[in-house]
T-cell receptor
Framework: DAGVIQSPRHEVTEMGQEVTLRCKPI?????LFWYRQTMMRGLELLIY????????DSGMPEDRFSAKMPNASFSTLKIQPSEPRDSAVYFC????????????FGSGTRLTVV | DAKTTQPNSMESNEEEPVHLPCNHS???????IHWYRQLPSQGPEYVIH???SNVNNRMASLAIAEDRKSSTLILHRATLRDAAVYYC????????????FGKGTSLLVTP
């Protein structure tokens, strides 16, 4: 199993540009989570999906952020337009429903908006 | 949300046991206690979880107080590779497995 795969690993973009982060969860996992990590705020849960359906997006900071999960093997987090304060490491994680085991996190995407 | 309290940092010598404490005095009867760790420049990694009974796995042991208001993650023999931030998190059964990470404990392991 290749684990949770995120791309790109690093992204540098100019303020105002659209940014799309991608995630491939572990096959068979029916929950997918997007987190953002900064020094100031730590790890914040942005949104999570169950069986491709968004369940709770209360952590999404504002309308500039959107997330989709068109199928069980792919999810995107889009920021449009991007701002310097969006600079952070964005993690995707997946989990199989049930009380055994925990999340598996990807390696993250380090986003820098200049 | 039930919250957890952990020391900001701890230090341990290599090859010695490490006991990482966590207080969760407002835990409810159906909250699971989860532990994750995050090594430098990596995503968080699942360590262990439990409800009432003590738990062991290949990575660590979890000791849960009888009243469940506190728990301790035990690394039996710390290695340099165990230097990480350790997070104690309560998972509410009705939260859809969502985990809200706090600040965690930064563990330094010295040779």
């Amino acid at each position: 199993d290749a684990g949770v795969i995120q791309s790109p690993r690093h992204e540098v973009t100019e303020m105002g540009q659209e940014v799309t982060l991608r995630c491939k969860p572990i096959s068979g996992h029916d929950y997918l989570f997007w987190y953002r990590q900064t020094m100031m705020r730590g790890l914040e849960l942005l949104i999570y999906f169950n069986n491709n359906v968004p369940i709770d997006d209360s952590g999404m900071p504002e309308d500039r952020f959107s997330a989709k999960m068109p199928n069980a093997s792919f999810s995107t987090l889009k920021i449009q337009p991007s701002e310097p304060r969006d600079s952070a490491v964005y993690f995707c994680a997946s989990k199989k429903s049930g009380l055994r085991g925990g999340y598996t996190f990807g390696s993250g995407t380090r986003l820098t908006v200049v | 949300d039930a919250k957890t309290t952990q020391p900001n940092s701890m230090e341990s010598n290599e090859e010695e046991p490490v006991h990482l404490p966590c207080n969760h005095s407002t835990i409810s009867g159906t909250d699971y206690i989860h532990w994750y760790r995050q090594l430098p420049s990596q995503g968080p990694e699942y360590v262990i979880h439990g409800l009432t009974s003590n738990v062991n796995n290949r990575m660590a042991s979890l000791a849960i107080a009888e009243d469940r208001k506190s728990s301790t993650l035990i690394l039996h023999r710390a290695t340099l590779r165990d230097a990480a931030v350790y997070y104690c998190i309560l998972m509410e059964l009705n939260s859809g497995y969502a985990l809200n990470f706090g600040k965690g404990t930064s563990l330094l392991v010295t040779p």
